[in-house]
């Protein structure tokens, strides 16, 4: 017997689908416009010097600067840039084998971890040095050391954020991460780093996973998996990270004691804490390492994963406004800088100390 819900399920479905497709075909535009040069860099030039997952954000942030799309696309500009991208990183859990991990080590991963600590500490110093308020520091700490705008989004309802503080610290970290994306690359190549430590040291400072992919991709397959594979171990951080901020803000002579920790934890999501890709990307992960997905699947599902992120690509570039910058004050912009260079100079350090690659 067919539920009598059903008929208005599908109708908001289909509109649901409708309000995605404006959007998502804009997406597409500037996607197609990216694969187009990068097409003519390999005939002029003999090697496309910016990869399409590059040319898609240029361009992206390119068109958001001098125009900002209606209402009307922007839900398919956001279903591009989270849920294909999410999409994208299961699939890319695909090319991940055991034989990746190993290479690795578990002495990296530690040093992952005490990288990250390390990093949110000090960018918490910084912020407070140039007198930013507690909870401002927090959150670019946050942001900086483990994910970014989502970091900060999951870190606010703990620390009793304002929005207008969470809207600052979102509003430099979404450009600076744009500006890594780019300049990244050139640093591997100046510092004639390999695909593997270059991999760690990209999986370490750039913000978001996003980001990540399209910071390795132009490098090459093991670039990306082991970025994604750091990124990843970052961003599982954070819901230890949300735990010790609430005990501090308990510790800090409030009143209600375990109870509002709890009441603080329950504030955040769990979708927050462990986003459903990671589960499914190291699902995915774990199936190539066992052997249960066929060797014939592996190269679509790479294309697929290629594909939906250059989509995403131009739907976080069509999201950037290089404006937002001049709007989140200068003293915000100088903790995010030097916190960056702070955890860059530590990835530097770490791939230098275990000999990585």
Same mark, same amino acid.
């Given at each position: ?55 898609? +954000? ?6 958001? /600067? ?8 922007? *839900?398919? #500009? ?14 890319? =859990? ?37 007198? %930013? ?14 994910? =970014? ?28 991460? #744009? ?38 991709? *132009? ?10 594979? +750091? ?7 954070? =819901? ?28 955040? *999501? ?11 990307? %190291? ?6 390492? %066992? ?17 939906? /992120? ?21 003293? +915000?912009?100088?903790?995010? /800088? ?20």
């Amino acid at each position: 017997m067919i539920p009598a819900s059903a008929p208005a399920d599908r109708r908001s479905f289909v509109a649901s689908a409708l309000a995605v497709l404006p959007g998502l075909l804009l997406c597409a535009l500037v996607s197609g416009g990216a694969l187009a040069v990068q097409t003519l860099e390999l005939r002029l030039l003999g090697r496309a010097w910016l990869d399409a997952v590059v040319l898609a +954000i240029v361009i992206g942030a390119a068109i958001r /600067t001098v125009w900002t799309p209606p209402d009307a696309l922007r *839900p398919g #500009v956001v279903f591009s840039a989270r849920t294909l991208l999410e999409i994208a990183v299961v699939l890319l =859990g695909a090319s991940i084998s055991a034989a990746t991990v190993m290479a690795i080590g578990p002495g990296l991963l530690l040093g992952v971890v005490a990288v990250v600590g390390v990093a949110v500490v000090a960018s918490y110093g910084l912020g407070r040095l140039l007198r %930013l308020p507690r909870r401002m520091a927090i959150l670019v700490a946050c942001g900086n050391g483990i994910c =970014g705008n989502s970091a900060i989004v999951a870190v606010a309802p703990v620390i009793d954020a304002e929005p207008e503080e969470v809207a600052a610290a979102i509003a430099f970290t979404a450009v600076l991460g #744009v500006v890594v994306v780019l300049l990244l690359p050139l640093l591997a190549v100046a510092l004639e780093l390999s695909e593997l430590p270059y991999g760690v040291v990209a999986g370490l400072t750039v913000y978001a996973v996003p980001q990540v992919l399209a910071a390795t991709m *132009p490098v090459g397959a093991l670039a990306t998996q082991t970025g994604t594979l +750091i990124k990843l171990v970052r961003v599982l951080m954070l =819901g230890p990270l949300v735990l010790i901020l609430s005990l501090l803000v308990a510790a800090r002579g409030e009143q209600g004691g375990s109870r509002n920790v709890l009441g603080r934890l329950r504030a955040v *999501p769990l979708g927050r804490l462990v986003p459903w890709f990671i589960v499914g990307f %190291l699902l995915m992960m774990g199936a190539r390492s %066992l052997g249960l997905l066929p060797a014939a699947a592996l190269p679509p599902m790479d294309q697929a994963a290629t594909v939906l /992120t250059v989509l995403s690509m131009a739907a976080l570039g069509l999201g950037t406004d290089a404006r937002a910058v001049a709007r989140s004050g200068p003293r +915000i912009a100088v903790v995010v /800088t030097l916190s960056l260079l702070v955890l860059l100079g530590l990835a530097l350090a770490l791939v230098s100390l275990l000999a990585v690659g």
